[in-house]
């Protein structure tokens, strides 16, 4: 998520690839180096829609389809 | 009567010059762009070089609207078809609470059902679901510092993304960040009140339409 942007794609593979996976790896790595929080949209049990912080790149369930970046949260006024 | 008009005259100068001004230093701006573009820097202009100026990002009500309009498909992709609808008909998406004690720290609702309202780019406000009493006022922010295009603040639909992930993903972690207010400090108590009305409102023609959409 960006302002004045929207959605943007940052990178895109499949992780059975080990060289895509290495790819996505250093992508994940580098947005939370630059300070975003890395969510994964799920779908619970019953059809709730929920999402899932990750912190490290093995936190990504396998069958997780996309990763969202978003700047993190601070206290507001 | 030359005099009265000409006097006329400068007043109107002087009232529009805040209008004019700008522009006109605008205009002057990309002239001289436009000519160092054409000539090359060997044949810019003679009098002494100004300080090179970034060129100022100018609010574009197009780009803010696609951006949005990005968001909106992302946040429609993520949340379940209950809360899309429940944000493009009311403008807000109620994310149940999930700790025992209510949010925060000294909250203690004594295991009463509570929720929060998100609102893009206002505070979360948290309340009993039973009674509708307000509980607080979560103010947090997700800001992009690096302002890509002059702003930090990210889309509206993209404000209430992170916040709804934020929420269902660690709602304790959130809250904690948060700096919590009384009710009333920035959300209007009664507009939330009509709110959580329109809201019960709204849930009602959705379960009375609901068997209609089986059908």
Same mark, same amino acid.
């Given at each position: 998520?960006?302002?004045?942007?929207?959605?943007?794609?940052?990178?895109?593979?499949?992780?059975?690839?080990?060289?895509?996976?290495?790819?996505?790896?250093e992508?994940?790595?580098?947005?939370? $180096? %630059?300070?975003?929080?890395?969510?994964? &949209?799920?779908? #619970?049990? @019953?059809?709730?829609?929920?999402?899932?912080?990750?912190?490290?790149?093995?936190e990504?369930?396998? $069958? %997780?389809?996309r990763?969202?970046?978003? &700047?993190?949260a #601070?206290? @507001?006024? | 009567?030359?005099?009265?008009?000409?006097a006329t005259?400068?007043?109107?100068l002087?009232?529009?010059s805040?209008?004019?001004?700008?522009?006109?230093?605008?205009?002057?701006?990309?002239?001289?762009?436009?000519?160092?573009r054409?000539?090359?820097?060997?044949?810019?202009?003679?009098?002494?070089?100004?300080?090179?100026?970034?060129?100022?990002l100018?609010?574009?009500?197009?780009?803010?609207r696609?951006?949005?309009?990005?968001?909106?498909a992302?946040?429609?992709?993520?949340?379940?078809e209950?809360?899309?609808?429940?944000?493009?008909d009311?403008?807000?998406i109620?994310v149940?609470?999930?700790?025992?004690?209510?949010?925060?720290?000294?909250?203690?609702?004594?295991?009463?059902?509570?929720?929060y309202?998100?609102?893009?780019?206002?505070?979360?406000?948290?309340?009993?679901?039973?009674?509708?009493?307000l509980?607080g006022?979560?103010?947090?922010?997700?800001?992009?510092?690096?302002?890509?295009y002059?702003?930090?603040?990210?889309?509206?639909?993209?404000?209430?993304?992170?916040?709804?992930?934020?929420?269902?993903?660690?709602?304790?972690?959130?809250?904690?960040?948060?700096?919590m207010?009384?009710?009333?400090?920035?959300?209007?108590?009664?507009?939330?009140t009509?709110?959580?009305w329109r809201?019960?409102?709204?849930?009602r023609?959705?379960?009375?339409?609901?068997?209609?959409?089986?059908?």
């Open positions: 998520m960006k302002p004045g942007h929207g959605e943007v794609l940052i990178a895109e593979g499949d992780v059975t690839l080990a060289e895509d996976e290495q790819r996505l790896v992508e994940f790595r580098r947005q939370l $180096d %630059a300070g975003l929080w890395a969510a994964v &949209p799920l779908v #619970a049990e @019953g059809g709730r829609r929920q999402s899932m912080m990750v912190r490290s790149f093995s990504i369930p396998q $069958d %997780a389809d990763v969202i970046f978003f &700047p993190r #601070a206290g @507001g006024r | 009567m030359l005099l009265v008009l000409a005259a400068l007043v109107a002087a009232l529009l805040d209008l004019i001004i700008p522009r006109l230093d605008e205009g002057w701006h990309r002239l001289r762009a436009r000519r160092q054409l000539d090359g820097p060997e044949h810019s202009f003679a009098w002494p070089r100004r300080r090179h100026r970034e060129p100022p100018v609010y574009d009500p197009g780009r803010e696609r951006a949005e309009q990005r968001a909106r992302l946040l429609r992709s993520c949340v379940n209950e809360e899309w609808a429940m944000y493009r009311l403008g807000f109620r149940w609470g999930g700790q025992a004690n209510g949010p925060g720290e000294e909250g203690d609702t004594g295991g009463a059902p509570y929720a309202l998100v609102y893009p780019h206002k505070p979360i406000l948290a309340y009993l679901a039973q009674t509708h009493r509980l006022e979560y103010c947090v922010e997700f800001l992009d510092e690096t302002r890509p002059g702003s930090a603040r990210l889309p509206d639909s993209d404000d209430v993304l992170a916040k709804w992930m934020a929420l269902t993903g660690d709602e304790r972690r959130l809250i904690a960040m948060a700096n207010h009384l009710p009333g400090r920035q959300l209007d108590p009664a507009q939330v009509r709110d959580l809201l019960k409102q709204w849930e023609a959705r379960m009375r339409e609901t068997p209609a959409r089986i059908g």
